[in-house]
């Protein structure tokens, strides 16, 4: 990998800054205040970004936040343009405040590629090399006076270096493998304490619950069966109703089209009858002007331009005549009255009886206690007619089986069965397939020595080197594959265990011991060897590896076989200790050990059992059935008093009492009843008379005010005159009177109504008026005919549709009504799915909750044999992880005999140079990463506890061998430096500059430093377009 620039948007005093940096050596110089720290830290975040996680950060995510937040805003942003080893140039955005707008983009393809290297919530471009930002950080990206932080990461690199040295960067380790093999024994062995309940305990219990809850199962069975019918049943009734409510939606979907058609007809019809009543009430007015101009004609020639002559007023007279007309008129003529007079009424009043005590009719609590004693009373005698047959006492021979019970004696039963069959067919096929095992594992045990023979012979010819089958040369490709397989084959046996197959597991684990085994042991051998030699070493070695992987697939198979025979002879023993076993017990209970025997033995004790429970059931309800009876008894007793009645030892005899008094009661009030009717005829006989005295006055009044009348106007009144005569003789001056006052009034109200109907206008303009309406009111004739015409198109569409819906047309007018109900169908369709679906729904979730929960029958028989060789599994399974801990154990002791040479060669070759031969060896303990350095006296001391320069420099060292190692394949890793030298002398500082300027030439190397002496070395030395200088200058004051 190799930075080509960084660019800090917004990072500590740094914004919008871009940095160029060169593929070799980068010397970035400038004075305090410049930065340079900042630059470090930018290029380090730009790469690796920072961990997205919640909660409160750690505190070294903390100081890195307060240290270099920007100085100015919110943003705090970072980006990069990297190029990898396979030629992808590959820009990197980091937003550091909120963690989201991150991203690795292809510049090449302009492909987002985050996915390959996301890490911890963000991308980390550090994934790339084969390490993690955590790792980078301690060892290629070294801070400023902080080269010793490699000593604190050291857990965390001990995972990189075993999966660098075991598995060639896969993720697992020998380490965690250990942890993961104590934490799967305890949770899948434990302990044999009687107070533990992890798997060895619950293995002991397993068989008793094993045969409780084959019978259970058995039940429930039949019971999912039967849910099964009525679930399917329930949903086709569902399916019904759906298709119901379909047919009712189109049916008022086509109604409300019909009745909106009706309307819009309707509504045509109306504004036609509108408009043509509009052409009726215009032709009525052309009517109505020309009646007006032949009347104004008449008028005109009738008056020739003279008004009339009003009449003499008369009104006195008038009135008084009107008084005397409506008095007579209205004078009722006197009543004559008949029937019971006002005495008789108060005489019959005073003789009626008064209303009785108690009740007229039964009283409905009485009433319903007296049926619900009567219905009591019935069903207790319908029950002593059903009196079943008394169960006989069980026999001597089925005594036994009734003291078993039907549940153990099917379970016998079944258990006999089972055991009848023995796999003496299966034990015989497996014992032919090991001796053809046995066979070809002797085949492939003679070729695996014939190819090691010629394998030894092969590396013995090699010169100048050592080679044989056990390390090959070039084994180190060979080496992550045998890491890995045996990784895979370990978690394998670890899922199949937790499975619940202990026995299973045990070959994937052997065999994930045995990969791990050999590829500790292999060495890559680093010498050179003549290359047509090497070629037929390893032609052979490659032939002798595949004969010893025949061998062990060969050894594999046959101890397959060999316990699949072991297993299938125990199973045949345990079959036949099983089944004596059954047979001891079955003599034990008095019982005949046979299935068929104790199927029937079941049958027939259920049989008794059900009589008895039968005969039972009926006693018991005979005897609430009795208590009933005298409940309601007592309850119709209460009942009587409560109403007053004489309760004697028989309530029914009571009831009839009670229930005829209640009868005569009845008759007395119908009598006493009448009293109110009476006093009502008395006091309308009262009003009438008076009534009668009032119309005899009334009328002698209106015969004084005739004969007044008739004296007024002339007329001659007798003693003995008539008053109807007299009534006739003015009616007939009162009807000249009106005619000459209404001739009068006539001439004059003609001659007003010329007066208006000229309206101050002359014939002939009123003639022209005429003319023009009724040439308006033929174009109104005309568009009543168009609204005719379009009416008629409309009715027949409402005919169509109205076929279409089955409706004739003389039906419309209760369209709506048939809108409702085709809308309340479509509710009532619709409600009904609903619920159909609902209940088919509910069905099928209590389906699927008792198919959830339903035990199987067959799962419930294996489970008894499943428990008694469970805890054999588990004690195998004990042993099989213990011996796999131990070989784990010594696989992580090789590991780190692997890495330890690697890294003290890397700093035996650099340790000299850069202390002037003051140190010339070291030692490493891989698992702390402390170092051990002595001079040429073969002094031994802790780098430690040198000087802190030298201190620095031997882990500077260490750092830049841990790059080396810890980086994938085919990669190169940059390296970082913020002030390494500023602990070294002149020499030192020198010797560490060629030390970078050599290392250089293979890789990335950014070295920040403010020390003139750095400066001067870099402008003489860093020439070329790999190498180069940068100076900065110090930032702005705040």
Known sequence: MRIESVTARAFGPLNGATLELAPGLTVVTGPNESAKSSWHAAIYAALCGRQRARGKPRSAEQRFTERHRPWHGDAWHVSAIVELADGR??????????????????????????????????????????????SFAATACVRQADVLSVLDDSGALQEHLQRAAATGGTDATAAAALQHIDEFRSEHV????????????????????????????QHAHVEYLYLVERTEKLRYEAGLGVHRTEEAEEAADGLTRLREAWRSWNATLTAAGHDEQTMVDHGARVEEECARLDRIRALHARFNGVAPVAPVAQDSLVALVERAQAAWQAAPSPRTLD?????????????????????????????????????????????????????????????????????????????????????????????????????????????????????????????????????????????PVLFALATVLLVGGIVVVAAGSPVLALVPIVLAVVCGGIGFTQRPDTRRVDAEALAGAERDRVDADNARRSLHKAEHVLAAAEGRHAAAVEQQERTRRTRAELVARCEELGLVPDSHELSKSAERVERLNEARTAFNSWHAEGEQLREHVDRTQTALARALRQRGADVADDVRRSFDEYEMRCALNARQ??????????????????????????????????????????????????DDAETDALSAAITRWREEWDRQSAKAHQDHADWLLLTSLLGGADIATLESDVIALRKQNEALRTSVAESRDNADGMRLRCEELAAACSVRMDEMADVDALVKEAKEAVAVAREEAVGLAAEADQAEGALAERARTIPGVAEA?????????????????????????????????????????????????????????????????????????????????????LSVGTTGQVYLLLRIALVRHLTAKNEVSPLLLDDVTVQADDTR???????????????????????????????RNLTGERHAVVRLAQVPRV
Do not use: M
Not at 990 to 1018: G, K, M, P, Y
């Open 89 to 134: 140039r590959v820009e990197l955005s980091q937003d550091l405040n909120g963690k989201v707008d991150c991203r690795a983009l292809d510049l090449t393809l302009n492909r987002d590629v985050s996915d390959e290297i996301v890490f911890a919530g963000s991308p980390d471009a550090s994934r790339w090399l084969g390490l993690d930002r955590r």
């Open 669 to 718: 009030a119908v009598a006493a009843a009448r009293r109110d009717a009476l006093r009502q005829s008395l006091a309308d006989r009262i009003t009438v008379e008076a009534a009668v005295r009032e119309a005899t006055e009334s009328r002698a009044r209106a015969v004084r005010l005739v004969r007044d009348a008739s004296l007024a106007i002339g007329q001659a009144v007798t």
């Open 989 to 1019: 500082t020198s010797a560490i500059l060629e030390l970078l300027l050599a290392l250089a030439e293979r890789q990335q190397i950014v070295l920040f430093a403010q020390e003139s002496s750095v400066l001067d070395w870099a402008e």
């Open 339 to 479: 029937g019971p007079t006002v005495e008789d009424l108060r005489a019959e009043l005073d003789a009626l009886p008064s209303h009785p005590a108690g009740d007229t009719v039964v009283d409905e609590h009485v009433r319903t206690s007296a049926a619900v004693h009567r219905e009591s009373l019935a069903v207790a005698a319908a029950h002593r007619s059903k009196e079943p047959a008394a169960p006989s006492e069980a026999d001597t021979s089925i005594q036994a089986a009734v003291a078993a019970g039907p549940a153990l004696l099917r379970g016998l039963a079944a258990e006999l069965t089972s055991s009848d069959t023995t796999p003496e067919v299966q034990t015989r096929a497996l014992a032919e397939d090991v001796e053809q095992a046995r066979h070809r594992r002797r085949e492939a045990s003679a070729a695996a020595e014939n190819s090691q023979r010629r394998a030894e012979d092969a590396a013995g010819r090699v010169p100048n080197a050592t080679v044989h089958a056990g390390s090959p040369l070039g084994a180190a490709p060979l080496r």
């Open 190 to 217: 434990g302990t044999e304490r009687s107070n533990a309940v992890k798997p060895l305990r619950r293995a002991q219990r397993r068989l008793a619950d094993a045969e409780e809850q084959l019978v259970v199962a």
């Open 861 to 945: 028989e294996e489970s008894v044999h499943a428990a008694r060789s469970a805890l054999d599994e588990i004690d195998q399974l004990a042993r099989t992880l213990d011996l796999t801990r131990t070989h784990l154990a010594r696989a992580q002791e090789a590991v780190h005999r692997d890495i330890a040479p690697v890294l003290v060669g890397t700093l035996r070759e650099w340790l000299p140079t850069i202390t002037a031969g003051r140190y010339v060896d070291a030692s490493l303990d891989p698992a702390s990463l402390a170092v051990r350095v002595c001079g040429p006296s073969r002094e031994w001391r802790n780098a430690n506890v």
